[in-house]
Antibody, heavy 118, light 106 residues
Framework: EVQLVESGGGLVKPGGSLRLSCAAS????????MSWVRQAPEKGLEWVGR??????????EYVAPVKGRFTISRDDSKNTLYLQMNSLKTEDTAVYYC?????????WGQGSLVSVSS | DIQMTQSPSSVSASVGDRVTITCRAS??????LAWYQQKPGKAPKLLIY???SLESGVPSRFSGSGSGTDFTLTISSLQPEDSATYYC?????????FGQGTKLEI
């Protein structure tokens, strides 16, 4: 059974930084394309970005609102996905989920809350 | 980016009713369409993937259909526990995008 467990969320001031982690189990992590998805309070879901497997070039893609500020990385030796968030804005306040898919079937973590406020 | 337009935005129904939620993509998504159920304070729960494949453990009263750009989630006989917000999501091209959600009240 695929399990994804996020950690690292918290309260940060505007302009600050935070790094989220996602520990994965129950899958061949090194082969998985991994993603981050977020949901602002009382809002819909937004796909933040994804990272391909090392075999597929470990390339990353991001949505426009976070491009240049957020960086997704992975450590296949630790089965862990990361989201480095810099220059945080109040509008980045959200629950952040890590996710992965196999043949169109998506698996999600339970989420980690990031609050950006002065 | 592919836009996903979901309707209705909210619906009120009774136990035993049949409910249909629709999702239209701004371009073809080749069958890479998923449906989720989300309850307050919880992560989205996968119900349907690749248009019509029922996720393990999901009751058979949930079903998905459609092709091309038009897709449907049907709940055949509503139960009280189906009260939630439902989202469609395309996974054909990045960035994967979601519909705006349908709030179902029972």
């Amino acid at each position: 059974e695929v399990q994804l467990v996020e950690s690292g969320g918290g309260l940060v001031k505007p302009g600050g930084s935070l790094r989220l982690s996602c520990a994965a189990s129950g899958l061949t992590f090194s082969k998985a394309w991994m993603s981050w998805v977020r949901q602002a309070p009382e809002k819909g879901l937004e796909w933040v970005g994804r990272i391909k497997s090392k075999t597929d070039g470990e390339t990353t893609e991001y949505v426009a609102p976070v491009k240049g500020r957020f960086t997704i990385s992975r450590d296949d030796s630790k089965n862990t996905l990361y989201l480095q968030m810099n220059s945080l804005k109040t509008e980045d306040t959200a629950v952040y989920y890590c996710a992965t898919a196999s043949a169109g079937r998506f698996f999600w973590g339970q989420g980690s809350l990031v609050s950006v406020s002065s | 980016d592919i836009q996903m337009t979901q309707s209705p935005s909210s619906v009120s129904a009774s136990v035993g009713d049949r409910v249909t939620i629709t999702c239209r993509a701004s371009q073809g998504i080749s069958g890479w369409l998923a449906w989720y159920q989300q309850k307050p304070g919880k992560a989205p729960k996968l119900l349907i993937y690749t248009v019509s494949s029922l996720e393990s453990g999901v009751p058979s009263r949930f079903s998905g259909s459609g092709s091309g750009t038009d897709f449907t989630l049907t709940i055949s006989s509503l139960q009280p526990e189906d009260s939630a917000t439902y989202y469609c999501q395309q996974a054909n091209s990045f960035p994967y995008t979601f519909g705006q959600g349908t709030k179902l009240e029972i």
